[in-house]
């Protein structure tokens, strides 16, 4: 059976407005392992707003987009708009932009004002980005044109995280995941955690810049696929840190099983990871039924 809402006909009848896809896949227990999304490298554009459904055709990110997706494309790096919370960006200022390789942990923070300065930027990822990024960048999903959660849970998490974390956070367009609101990613180290809210938030991201990966919530890390984020968390439940990781590969055996090394600072270790699928659910609020990944330790 589906988790369409019973009068979901009539989109004006109150149990369609009140039906939102985090709050059905909580109830569900949605698996979050697995979908953090493929991102070894991230394109951070400051912009005021307002932001389109994507962040490759808000305006004026389409004067240019053709250029700067094949340059980013090129080396894997993922688009995003950001934004502080709560700080309107001047008008007619320099914006941000944060370069971020999330395989080497390196970063480039600069600025733009035209939309080819973003095409010029861009091209740094191919010289290798030159600064240690020693200070954490928080990304929160608040991009509620997107999904109505993302902005009722993302907000929320930006705002409490802002205020424990001033300079680090960032809002930002959708990372993913829209059932999982609110979803934070956490740079350089590409690590994603899903179901975050006001109360959770500060214990989470200080908890994973401290060592400590929760466990329920953390939905894998960028720079890898994934049955290789599931078979990391498998370790990691048997008591393995994820600091202690330092390295991870897979070879798909058959169409749905999946071998992983993970090496780590004490030698490798194997899991077997097999993939299903779930019955049909509305996984967003505005898309129709469909099904998710469901991933198993063998």
């Known amino acids: 059976m ?30 979050r392992v697995g979908t953090a999304v493929p991102a070894p490298r991230w394109m951070l554009v400051g912009h005021r707003g307002p932001w389109t459904d994507k962040a490759a055709t808000t305006p004026p ?13 090129l080396v894997g790096a993922r688009l995003q708009l950001v934004r502080r919370h709560g700080r309107a960006l001047e008008q ?6 944060i370069l971020v390789d999330s395989v080497r942990g390196r970063v480039l923070r600069t600025t733009w004002r035209d939309p080819g300065d973003l095409v010029t930027i861009a091209e740094a990822f191919q010289d290798g ?30 705002r409490v995280l802002d205020d424990v974390l001033p300079g680090s956070v960032w809002e930002t ?27 959770t938030a500060p214990d989470v991201v200080i908890g994973h810049l401290d060592g400590r990966v929760d466990l329920d919530r953390w939905r894998g890390r960028t720079v890898w696929t994934a049955p290789e984020q599931v078979a990391v968390l498998d370790l990691l439940r048997e008591g393995v840190s ?32 097999a993939r299903g699928f779930t019955e049909p659910h509305r996984l967003t609020c505005s898309g129709g039924p469909a099904v998710a990944a469901r991933w198993t330790v063998l």
């Open 2 to 31: 589906t988790d369409l809402p019973p009068s979901a006909a009539d989109p004006a009848a109150p149990a369609a407005r009140r039906w939102r896809c985090s709050l059905a896949a909580l109830e569900r227990g949605d698996q």
């Open 61 to 73: 990110i389409p004067d240019v987009r053709g250029a700067l997706v094949r340059r980013l494309d």
């Open 92 to 97: 007619g200022a320099d914006q941000p932009v």
């Open 129 to 158: 980005l030159p600064d240690v990024c020693a200070d954490p960048i928080v990304l929160v999903c608040t991009h509620g044109k997107k999904d109505v959660c993302c902005a009722i849970e993302g907000r929320l998490v930006a």
């Open 173 to 199: 367009t959708h990372l993913g995941g829209d059932r999982f609101a609110g979803n934070v990613a956490i740079l350089p180290d590409g690590s994603m955690y899903g179901g975050v809210d006001g109360s």
């Open 242 to 273: 994820l600091a202690d990781v330092v390295g991870v590969r897979s070879s798909q055996l058959e169409q749905h099983r999946f071998e992983v090394e993970v090496q780590t600072v004490s030698g490798p270790r194997w899991r077997l990871v």
